[in-house]
């Protein structure tokens, strides 16, 4: 049993809002049975009902002060020339904080503002005003006055003013019981020994923490194969037994993607596809009065349709309206390229350099959970928009609290593993600091240092002419500004090959063999500029390499396409080939350093970097990778 592609390609807003009305129409969004519960355990909780102040609070006149209870009157005419003098007695009582106001009494006089001229009797040199420090009965709560309203989300603090006003149980929406049911004939539970082909299931996981932190209760099914029958029953009592029913993977037009049949079987497709990047493949149903949702199987796909579609159900339920995140303006740091007529969600690192937020796109793949990790933020692309350009203001949704932003240290340029273990450093160092770093190779991120979008770059050029590194580019493309140079590492530069290197590559010259595919960095990369120089030192033409059009940005990047069969070669740093069990062929040792203007030399970003640098607990971390010499690390090798 197979269907058609997509019954539907509609605009986000478009689908959302008709989804929600035809929800609304049918009632799935209204609020199950009220249920009673303990105030104590109702944080996080929505009421259902209004709550009302059982008694007042204070429910007497109390002392707010330690000091004297005193009738007013009795105080009248007290002044420095002609001070008072009271007897202690029934109308003037030493009083505690708290203690009720004792008959009579209608202010209290602070202990300090009292002089003790025998044991009853003191003087005072001003008079009591009435009332004055007495916190009378209903100061704070009056009974019978509402302390909060319905839909009203428990917070810890409502909690308190609850059981000060004599409230011990109140009502509450009961929270939405979301069905979660993984399908896959691929999938396998963590911690299963893996074979090619299974994947981890975690996506469900996922979702009920969400769930969970939007105020529903998940109920997480068993791994269900791909068998229609099968999937058809388990949809169908999921749906009896629950208020939401979320379908994972089977959303798109493969051979074994059967849910928008399903849904469309017991119930009705309001929408399949929507014009969103990622996440495009997701259903929208509705099954015997209840939200149904196909949520498409790739991470960063999953969790942005359970932010758009399922959070706004959740909160619907509990008579309340999802909250919106913070946002600000940014700059794009490179060009951000998306298809017109697709509103594209691209998460994004964000740093703060001088008056400027700079936002960094991440891995934009649907599968990359990494980039949910690491995100800070995230851009939409409208959907009749083709992108950003580099420099341009950009709106940013904000992942993290602006004050971690401002403590971001912001590293443009080429990347190296080293950079990723200082970030950690830094961040046991300093909890509140981080670091950003984006790969976008040695020119470019002495282009961003240029433009003003970075604290400092990550370079290894090499000057052919010369032999140095770094100095000649500097100077070329910086010549106004005052620059430092520090060394993070040397490190052995070469050709990554699979275990056992199987195409027998000695060095660079053998990439232009017959049937050898390889994989390049991105142009302005250091590794390239090393590539090309030793390439024009043998007199290889590049042309005859086959694959040296095709890029990644990350050693990494290179190392896994090897790793995984899609190239054969690829130039990278050692310790890239180690993590991954490659095979390795030494072709030069080259110096990484850090670029950094001098004006940044001495703020926090900086100044905090270079003290990681310097411990023995980050060297002894990089040394461990292999392929890493520190010998000038933290050394300022031109200014």
Not at 77 to 84: D, I, M
Not at 375 to 394: K, M, W
Not at 456 to 484: F, Q, W
Not at 554 to 580: E, F, K, N, Q, Y
Request: hydrophobic share 40%; net charge negative; aromatic share 6%.
């Amino acid at each position: 049993m197979k269907r058609d592609i997509y019954l539907s390609d509609r605009p986000l807003e478009e689908s959302l809002q008709g989804y929600m009305e035809m929800l609304r129409s049918q009632g799935a969004l209204r609020p199950g049975r009220s249920e009673k519960i303990p105030v104590e355990k109702a944080a996080g909780r929505v009421t259902s009902a209004p709550v009302f102040a059982a008694n007042s609070s204070p429910h007497y006149h109390a002392s707010a002060m330690d000091g004297i209870a005193v009738r007013s009157a009795d105080t009248f005419g007290a002044s420095e020339k002609t001070p008072k003098t009271i007897r202690l007695g029934e109308t003037a009582m030493v009083v505690d904080t708290g203690d009720p106001l004792p008959e009579g009494c209608d202010s209290v006089i602070m202990i300090e503002d009292v002089h003790f001229t025998a044991e009853d009797v003191f003087e005072i040199i001003s008079a009591a005003a009435p009332w004055q420090h007495v916190r009378v009965i209903g100061e704070d709560i009056v009974a019978t006055e509402m302390i909060v309203p319905a839909n009203h989300r428990i917070r810890p603090i409502d909690i308190g003013g609850l059981l000060a006003g004599g409230i011990t149980e109140i009502y509450v929406h009961p929270s939405p019981r979301v069905a979660l049911l993984p399908t896959g004939t691929e999938l396998v539970q963590p911690g299963s020994e893996l074979r090619p082909g299974d994947i981890i299931e975690y996506n469900t996981r996922v979702f009920a923490s969400l769930v969970e932190e939007w105020g529903g209760r998940p109920v997480r099914f068993d791994i269900a194969v791909d068998k229609y029958d099968l999937l058809k029953d388990l949809i169908g009592k999921a749906v009896e037994q629950n208020d939401i029913v979320l379908v994972n993977a089977g959303s798109s037009a493969g051979r074994e993607d059967f849910t928008a049949e399903i849904i469309g079987e017991l119930g009705s497709v309001h929408t399949h596809g929507v014009a969103i990047k990622p996440g495009k493949p997701v259903i929208l149903g509705i099954i015997a009065g209840k939200p149904v949702v196909g949520v498409p199987g790739y991470p960063v796909s999953a969790v942005l349709c359970m932010e758009l579609f399922v959070r706004p159900i959740i909160y619907g339920m509990l008579g309340s309206v999802a909250p919106s995140r913070p946002h600000m303006d940014a700059l794009a740091s490179r060009k951000i390229v998306s298809s017109l007529g697709v509103e594209e969600f691209v998460r994004v690192k964000l740093g703060q350099v001088g008056q400027k937020v700079i936002a960094t796109p991440i891995s934009r793949g649907a599968g990359v959970i990494m980039s949910l990790i690491r995100a800070d933020g995230i851009l939409r692309v409208p959907r009749l928009s083709e992108g950003f350009n580099a420099g341009q203001t950009v709106s940013v949704e904000l992942l993290r609290p602006l004050e971690e932003v401002k403590e971001t240290a912001v590293v443009i340029g080429s990347h190296d593993i080293a950079l990723d273990v200082l970030a950690n450093f830094l961040r046991v160092a300093y909890p509140g600091a981080s670091l950003s770093s984006a790969h976008v190779g040695s020119l470019g991120g002495l282009n961003a240092l240029k433009r003003g979008e970075a604290h400092c770059a990550g370079t290894h050029l090499l000057d052919e002419e010369t032999g140095d590194y770094n100095v000649s580019y500097i100077k070329r493309l910086l010549p106004d500004r005052k620059m430092v140079l520090v060394n993070l590492v040397y490190r052995d530069q070469g050709l990554m090959v699979a275990r056992g290197n199987p195409w027998g590559i000695k060095g660079v010259q053998d990439l232009a063999g017959e049937g050898v595919s390889y994989i390049n960095r991105q142009r302005g990369a250091g590794t390239r500029v090393l590539l090309d120089y030793k390439l024009k030192e043998l007199g290889v033409d590049p042309e005859k390499i086959q694959g040296y059009e095709r890029e990644e940005y990350t050693h990494m990047s290179v190392a896994a396409a090897v790793a995984g069969g899609s190239a054969d070669a690829g130039m990278g740093i050692r310790a890239a080939a180690g993590s991954l069990g490659l095979d390795f062929i030494s072709v030069a040792e080259e110096r990484y350093d850090l670029c950094i203007p001098a004006e940044y030399m001495e703020t926090p970003y900086i100044a905090r970097i270079l003290e990681v640098m310097k411990t023995g607990e980050f060297k002894a971390a990089v040394k461990k990778l292999g392929g890493y010499d520190l010998r000038d690390c933290g050394k300022i090798m031109w200014e």
